[in-house]
């Protein structure tokens, strides 16, 4: 199986929150990341967490690690049409270049 | 600092020709890396540089595909013949190794659509 899997695709309603949700397997791994790419462009990180936190916390974004299930998440609270994109969750071992999956497509609609 | 540049944006391209991706990665970057994105596979590392020396290209397709990263400041991906199976969207992105195990974010171009007829 793939070493990053997440979901393809959410969809979800303006002003509400958005829940994605990855798994990984690699147990080393130091960093996991989340990526935003928007149409017509490439990847930008938007935000990332060291295995040695449990959640991290960045305005309307919260990023959750449970590291005994190998479980990542990114939650956007109050989604907005700004938000549509393909979300792309990676791993990171130490000193080695980052796994990634193969991204979920957000929609927010109105 | 631009980010880092590649060239050509678009290309159309007909089955049997050569076709080369450029890339500047962003200055001061020592590793770079090649993409493929595809509906059926997603992302892809094709290879990548540090210190302009390739380190890793068993995602490579075939022999058909090379990359040549001639100073740091410059690198290209050939594909020669291309085939209409190699039509995909290409990305360059370069970071800064840093220490061993740190936070190394990697910086992407905006990539390079490729159609082969």
């Known amino acids: 199986g793939e070493d990053v899997e997440q979901s393809l695709f959410l969809s979800v309603r303006e002003g509400d929150s958005s829940v994605i949700n990855c798994t990984y397997t690699?147990?080393?791994?130091?960093?996991l990341y989340w990526y935003k790419q928007e149409p017509g462009a490439g990847l930008q990180l938007l935000t990332y967490?060291?295995?040695?936190?449990d959640m991290k916390q960045d305005q309307r974004l919260t990023v959750l690690l449970n590291k005994k299930d190998k479980h990542l998440s990114l939650r956007i609270a109050d989604t907005q049409t700004g938000d549509s994109a393909i979300y792309f969750c990676?791993?990171?071992?130490?000193?080695?270049?980052?796994?990634f999956g193969r991204g979920t497509s957000l929609i927010v609609h109105p | 600092d631009a980010g880092v540049i590649q060239s050509p944006r678009h290309e159309v391209t007909e089955m049997g020709q050569e076709v080369t991706l450029r890339c500047k990665p962003i200055?001061?970057?020592?590793?770079l890396f090649w993409y493929r994105q595809t509906m059926m596979r997603g992302l892809e590392l094709l290879i990548y540089?540090?210190?302009?020396?390739?380190?890793?290209d068993s995602g490579m397709p075939e022999d058909r595909f090379s990359a040549k990263m001639p100073n740091a400041s410059f690198s290209t991906l050939k594909i020669q013949p291309s085939e209409p199976r190699d039509s995909a969207v290409y990305f360059c992105?370069?970071?800064?190794?840093?220490?061993?195990?740190?936070?190394?974010?990697?910086?992407f171009g905006p990539g390079t659509r490729l159609t082969v007829l």
């Open positions: 200055s001061g970057h020592d590793s």
């Open positions: 990676a791993e990171k071992p130490g000193g080695y270049i980052p796994t």
């Open positions: 540089f540090n210190n302009n020396v390739p380190i890793d």
């Open positions: 967490i060291f295995s040695n936190m």
């Open positions: 690699d147990s080393s791994s130091t960093y």
């Open positions: 992105a370069s970071s800064f190794s840093g220490t061993s195990g740190g936070h190394n974010e990697q910086f």
